[in-house]
């Protein structure tokens, strides 16, 4: 695997993650609902948090390597990015 690959594996999942949010959110709106099923936020987030947490256990054994710190870090933000959209598809309704 690429060492560019391997960096942005992390930001992948989490646009894997966006995509999903935000397109059960666009569905949701389509059919007259407030907002997206809490489950299929639920599912969606833990499955890309365990991704990336998978992501980070992996490259980070090997702190001494440029690429493997970065894709840790990469990875560690995307858990965070995650988070804070599963957290406002929660909490707010969506449809104007």
């Excluded at 256990?57 to 990469?74: E, I, S």
């Amino acid at each position: 695997m690429s060492s560019m690959l391997r960096i942005g594996a992390g930001a992948l999942v989490w646009a894997a993650h966006f995509t999903v949010l935000y397109g059960a959110t666009a569905l949701a709106c389509a059919r007259g609902q407030g907002r997206a099923a809490p489950w299929v936020i639920a599912i969606a987030t833990a499955a890309g948090v365990a991704m990336a947490a998978t992501i980070v256990a992996r490259a980070y054994p090997r702190r001494g390597d440029f690429v493997q710190w970065m894709t840790a870090a990469v990875a560690a933000a995307a858990i965070v990015a995650m988070l804070w959209e599963a957290l406002a598809g929660i909490v707010s309704r969506s449809c104007a």
